[in-house]
């Protein structure tokens, strides 16, 4: 019964199955599975002390009055009076009549939803809810569901009640032992109870229970696929390391590693030790230092007569980590190393290659050529790598830089070889959900800043006063020769949203703010050799202010910027707002964020002040993850992962206890055999309860 459509189990218009299966619920499953996102109160008021003014209430009294009126827009308005147990009278109003109350003789004792106000001395209520009795609809808690007309709660309500007891009908796929352990409910009965508790907690109960299993689903998935490649892959590239070249290594180094970057190293070449390919994600705050560990644990592969891919996002990061690798090695290896009778780092340039779009045709197929014959040791590039005509002799270790913005099938490219694979991601993402995102990968994080960064001092600019004080600052920090971020939402001018956008700012800065100043500006609908050529001119300093959309969010270093500016700050969440900040404050000057509210009403103000407090990326993310959801934030879709409903992300103890239990399950049963419940609901790609 759970697989029938609903076309042929409720009662409803063709309008609504269409709109239904535009929102992916076509059979009765679908739509028990479609949860409420909140409760809300509907115990009945029957006196006036009863009552919260300013809120929604349900009022519980006698509609003495009911009569039609007529606008002088022509259009019909009802008014009617309640009077409730104590006397107190409650002028209502409806914008439109209600179809209940069209035959209803007054008197009447009913019930009325709507938020109770009071206007010159006398109680009102305005376009309320009508109900004749007590129902699904009142009397209690009721559930309120997303919306999407002509779907509505009221309407989502009336089916989901009336089909409840085919929830029995769902087969538990958690085993046993965990309900127990756990104290969790059957799946039965969480269904039921996220729809209809009979009171809060067990809808508490409920989305824990429904939550747990969204994760311990997740976890079997990707630890079954961790521990699967383990024992199916062995290393190929299984080297030891000698600690005292680490040391030797480390001391040609122009500063002093932190120690996170140095226990995130030790990770990595104890990785390359074990019987398996390392899969391990290096996370770590926007300029934390996570290159200079990629190229470490390089140059400890390298000497052992293997190669090193690393792979950028961009042509401009791609050419940045280039120069950055030809300082590494001359530093490192001054003479050159010999394995194996073969010269591995002799002269720089010939030993580390970069491979990217704009490399010729000719220059290309010499490189590949090159790869192919293992002439070639560290090989940095973008998407340009990853074709099937870049054949590696040798390949060891890809490093991955911004791993979100390449797909699964992309990285599988580099790792096919049963490659050791270090991803690098700058986004703060707390260890919570970086354990289900990333569940298959081991974790290290850098969360220092190398030694002497300065923090980046971030104020909030909501009044033209301050706004003022900001553009002096900037033209001064601009007299004494530092560079400008300027950020806007939008590209062009919309309709649709109230926002700032790059062309008109662009104008609006170069001819009215700053016209004795060099303005440039970028965003994402340029192509990317343009975008590159305007990024390398702001690094040479051709220009001060350069306006951009987001498309800065992970790019070249400017040492000399010093300040960013963000316009409509209050549309971006933290984490993203502190991956803005980071493009600045990497040089000894002192840096400036100055966060532009677009909306002065905007409540987000508040939000935003955790930006002047903090410049912990980790810390932020927390917060975001509490205001806005991980949906939101990290836009969990494009990470692969199913549309969470229940999930608590903040619970750090519940999702451990997820993925404990879910790595004992596979301990004994890693092909899910004696768990078959479990087995299809891991292999299904639909239905996730």
């Given at each position: 019964m759970l697989s029938s459509p609903l076309s042929g189990v409720i009662r409803t218009t063709k309008h609504h199955l269409s709109k239904l299966e535009s929102m992916g619920i076509v059979t009765v499953q679908d739509l028990l599975n479609f949860f409420p996102r909140a409760l809300e109160s509907t115990e009945p008021a029957s006196r006036s002390a009863e009552i919260t003014l300013g809120n929604k209430n349900t009022l519980d009294g006698t509609l003495q009055s009911f009569k039609k009126e007529r606008a002088k827009s022509g259009k019909y308005f009802a008014k009617g009076v309640m009077v409730l147990d104590d006397g107190t009278s409650i002028d209502v109003i409806w914008f439109q009549i209600p179809y209940s109350l069209k035959s209803v003789n007054m008197p009447r004792r009913l019930f009325l939803i709507g938020k109770v106000e009071r206007d010159y001395g006398k109680l009102k209520i305005l376009n309320p809810e009508v109900h004749l009795e007590t129902n699904v609809h009142v009397g209690g808690i009721r559930p309120i569901y997303p919306e999407s007309p002509p779907i509505t709660a009221k309407w989502l309500r009336e089916k989901i009640s009336g089909m409840l007891t085919l929830a029995n009908e769902f087969k538990d796929p958690l085993p046993p032992e965990i309900i127990k352990a756990e104290n969790l409910m059957d799946l039965p009965t969480a269904i039921k109870k996220i729809h209809f508790p009979g009171n809060k907690e067990e809808w508490f109960e409920a989305k824990r229970r429904l939550g747990f299993q969204e994760i311990f689903e997740i976890q079997v998935r990707v630890l079954q696929a961790k521990f699967n490649r383990e024992q199916s892959h062995k290393n190929p590239y299984r080297v030891d390391f000698d600690p005292e070249q680490i040391k030797k290594d480390l001391a040609t180094l122009p500063f002093t590693l932190t120690n996170q970057q140095k226990k995130s190293l030790l990770d990595v070449l104890e990785d390359f030790k074990k019987d398996r390919s390392m899969h391990r994600l290096l996370q770590g705050d926007v300029g934390s230092g996570k290159t200079i560990v990629a190229f470490l644990a390089g140059l400890h592969l390298v000497r052992q007569g293997f190669q090193v891919a690393i792979l950028a996002p961009t042509e401009i990061l791609a050419q940045q980590h280039y120069i950055s690798l030809i300082e590494f090695v001359k530093r490192t290896l001054p003479e050159g190393l010999e394995h194996e009778d073969e010269l591995l780092i002799g002269d720089c340039t010939e030993q580390c290659a970069l491979l990217t779009g704009s490399v010729t045709a000719k220059n290309k197929k010499l490189t590949k050529e090159r790869l192919r014959l293992g002439k070639i040791k560290f090989l940095i590039g973008t998407h340009a790598i990853l074709t099937h005509d870049t054949v590696f002799n040798n390949l060891a270790l890809a490093v991955i830089d911004e791993q979100h913005r390449f797909g699964v099938q992309q990285r599988a490219l580099?790792?096919?070889?049963?490659?050791?694979?270090?991803?690098?991601?700058?986004?703060?993402?707390?260890?919570?959900?970086?354990?289900?995102?990333?569940?298959?990968?081991?974790?290290s994080i850098i969360a220092e800043k190398p030694a002497g960064r300065k923090e980046i001092i971030t104020r909030i600019v909501a009044d033209s006063k301050t706004e003022t004080l900001c553009y002096r600052f900037i033209e001064d920090q601009i007299t004494k020769g530092r560079q400008i971020f300027w950020v806007c939402p939008?590209?062009?001018?919309?309709?649709?949203?109230?926002?700032?956008?790059?062309?008109?700012?662009?104008?609006?800065?170069?001819?009215?703010?700053?016209?004795?100043?060099?303005?440039?500006?970028?965003?994402?609908?340029?192509?990317?050799?343009?975008?590159?050529?305007?990024?390398?001119?702001?690094?040479?300093?051709?220009?001060?202010?350069?306006?951009?959309?987001?498309?800065?969010?992970?790019?070249?270093?400017?040492?000399?910027?010093?300040?960013?500016?963000?316009?409509?700050?209050?549309?971006?969440?933290?984490?993203?707002?502190?991956?803005?900040?980071?493009?600045?404050?990497?040089?000894?000057?002192?840096?400036?964020?100055?966060?532009?509210?677009?909306?002065?009403?905007?409540?987000?103000?508040?939000?935003?002040?955790?930006?002047?407090?903090?410049?912990?990326?980790?810390?932020?993310?927390?917060?975001?993850?509490?205001?806005?959801?991980?949906?939101?934030?990290?836009?969990?879709?494009?990470?692969?992962?199913?549309?969470?409903?229940?999930?608590?992300?903040?619970?750090?103890?519940?999702?451990?206890?997820?993925?404990?239990?879910?790595?004992?399950?596979?301990?004994?049963?890693?092909?899910?055999?004696?768990?078959?419940?479990?087995?299809?609901?891991?292999?299904?790609?639909?239905?996730?309860?």
């Open positions: 580099l790792a096919e070889n049963h490659a050791h694979v270090l991803a690098m991601t700058a986004t703060p993402i707390p260890r919570s959900l970086a354990l289900t995102i990333y569940g298959d990968q081991d974790l939008l590209v062009e001018e919309s309709e649709a949203i109230e926002a700032k956008n790059v062309l008109a700012e662009y104008v609006r800065i170069n001819e009215q703010l700053f016209p004795n100043r060099r303005v440039e500006y970028l965003h994402g609908k340029m192509k990317p050799n343009e975008k590159d050529g305007i990024m390398q001119r702001f690094k040479n300093h051709e220009f001060d202010i350069l306006v951009s959309t987001s498309v800065i969010e992970v790019g070249v270093d400017i040492p000399n910027s010093t300040v960013m500016v963000i316009e409509n700050s209050e549309r971006f969440g933290l984490a993203q707002l502190h991956q803005f900040r980071g493009r600045i404050g990497r040089n000894d000057y002192q840096s400036y964020c100055f966060l532009m509210v677009g909306d002065k009403k905007d409540k987000s103000k508040e939000r935003l002040k955790a930006m002047e407090k903090s410049n912990d990326g980790f810390y932020l993310s927390e917060i975001d993850l509490k205001l806005r959801g991980s949906g939101e934030v990290y836009g969990l879709k494009q990470s692969g992962l199913p549309d969470l409903k229940c999930a608590d992300f903040t619970d750090v103890e519940g999702m451990q206890k997820a993925r404990d239990w879910a790595t004992k399950v596979l301990e004994k049963d890693l092909t899910l055999e004696n768990h078959p419940r479990l087995k299809r609901r891991i292999e299904s790609e639909t239905d996730y309860f």
